[in-house]
């Protein structure tokens, strides 16, 4: 099984970015899942969680800009940031509770990180 987070990029404050993070191989389903960042010099945090049940919970900074979502057919979880700051600026990473359809086993993964850059 593996994550593959994408659509990081280069943005101006104020604007909008919709990362995705998209599981491959032995995939049964999805059920939990997070976005967490990583700004230089700062300790990893999460940004926002969704349970199985669809349940969101976002980190105070991001509430109300930020929109985690699940896609249960395409195995896909997204993130959509809007009203971008320049204190987004960090490297993103998704990561998963993953039923692997071989063994029906619940495992953790984490996604290679993406980066966002939000220029002033």
């Known amino acids: 099984v593996q994550l593959q987070a994408s659509g990081g990029g280069l943005v101006q404050v104020g604007g909008s970015l919709r990362l995705s993070c998209a599981a491959s191989?032995?995939?049964?389903?999805?059920?939990?899942a997070a976005w967490y960042r990583q700004a230089p010099g700062k300790q990893r945090e999460l940004v926002a969680k969704?349970?199985?049940?669809?349940?969101?919970n976002y980190a105070d900074s991001v509430k109300g800009r930020f929109t985690i979502s699940k896609h249960n057919a395409k195995n896909a979880v997204y993130l959509q940031m809007n009203r971008l700051k320049p204190e987004d600026t960090a490297v993103y990473y998704c990561?998963?509770?993953?039923?692997?359809?071989?063994?029906?086993?619940?495992?953790?993964?984490w996604g290679q990180g993406t980066q966002v850059t939000v220029s002033s």
């Open positions: 990561a998963a509770e993953i039923l692997d359809s071989g063994s029906y086993n619940l495992n953790d993964y």
């Open positions: 191989g032995s995939v049964f389903s999805i059920n939990d």
């Open positions: 969704i349970t199985n049940g669809g349940s969101t």
